[in-house]
């Protein structure tokens, strides 16, 4: 990272030194973001500088925590917009633009500690709902302004984006795998949901042979109408304060609804497979696990205190666990 300036800070030099150059200016603080388009940029500046100073968080890690080594949950780097940065604040009489580096772990931190006036966070740049999170709670209880917005110019850059960056899909073993090797086929099938607000979920679907699985295909939970849309107008599971594990405000088809719809599809035959999740299907999902042909559920993470399970078993499907 970059040192210390007169408009570039670090966290880490900040956090046991004097706060002064940045807690005096009670700036709008826009915390760390995912990574966002010059356009987008610019539209955050002219919407923000003319009321006052702004923070602009840089992420020292290259991902989202929990979301690494996924492009759609690329950070911010200060290098894309440090030219822009540079023209504004020598051109601005008044009001200044400054960033400030720091680990993702550090932000309710920085929050306590820096008296911004307002703080931005930038919808897709966190996991899981942001009204669960350690940094919401910092927020109500030094009664600081806060605002969740789209990463995105407009819906049209959010669709563009969303045609534009299609993860890729799992290819699958040609040869029997073990279970545990299913299950990594699962989590690496869940990395190209964009619910970022929910859990990436994840299924590969195998067939027993000999004593390993052969992989049949794999599914995801997605977002709909299209993966960018609860990025651009905001999460569901947000937007209504959503408790967790509630089965009434989701923005993605669930891996297991995913799943059937693909098969019934390609004309997958279900009878004798064994289906592969990293999180244990929700009650809905589990409900319409037990009219199908498939044998067997092996999961990782518990869901819904075993309501699920208690089901499954007694509709006649094996469920294990497997951690």
């Known amino acids: 990272m970059p040192k210390t300036t007169e408009y570039h800070h670090d966290w880490a030099e900040m956090a046991f030194g004097s706060k002064k150059p ?25 919407a923000y500088l003319p009321k006052g100073n702004v923070v602009l ?33 020598a051109a601005s009489p008044t009001h200044k633009v400054r960033t400030l580096s720091y680990f993702q772990r550090d932000l309710c931190h920085l929050l306590e500690k820096l008296a911004f006036s ?3 966070f930038i919808r897709g740049s966190w996991y899981h709902a942001f ?31 969303a045609q534009a960056y299609v993860p890729a899909v799992p290819q699958l073993p040609s040869r029997p795998v073990d279970e545990k090797t299913m299950l990594e086929l699962a989590q690496v099938a869940a990395s190209q949901s964009f619910a970022y607000s929910e859990h990436q979920t994840g299924i590969a679907l195998g067939r027993r042979q000999g004593k390993g699985y052969q992989a049949v295909t ?18 569901s599971r947000e937007d209504n ?12 088809s669930h891996a297991e609804v995913e799943l059937l719809v693909q098969a019934l599809h390609d004309g997958t035959r279900l009878v004798g497979t064994t ?7 929700c009650p809905t999902c589990a409900r319409m696990l037990t009219a199908t042909d ?30």
């Open 22 to 46: 940045l807690k005096d200016l009670r700036a709008i603080f826009i915390a760390a973001p995912r990574a966002i388009s010059p356009k987008r940029f610019n539209q955050l500046l002219k």
């Open 57 to 89: 968080g840089i992420a020292k890690e290259p991902y989202v925590v929990g979301l690494e080594n996924q492009k759609a949950f690329s950070m911010l780097q200060l290098s894309a917009v440090q030219p822009t940065i540079e023209k504004i604040n």
């Open 118 to 120: 307002k703080a931005i």
């Open 131 to 161: 009204h669960l999170r350690p940094e919401f709670y910092t927020l109500i209880n030094l009664r600081i302004p806060y605002q969740t917005i789209s990463p995105f110019s407009d819906e049209a850059e959010a669709k563009a984006y």
């Open 218 to 235: 794999t599914a995801f939970n997605r977002v709909v109408p299209y993966q960018t849309f609860a990025m651009h107008f905001g999460a």
């Open 241 to 252: 304060f959503s408790p967790m594990n509630d089965l009434n405000h989701y923005d993605a």
């Open 275 to 281: 289906l592969f999740i990293n999180v244990m299907p």
């Open 294 to 323: 498939i044998d067997e559920i092996v999961y990782q993470q518990d869901h819904s205190g075993g309501y699920a399970i208690r089901l499954l078993t007694e509709a006649g499907k094996k469920v294990r666990r497997v951690v």
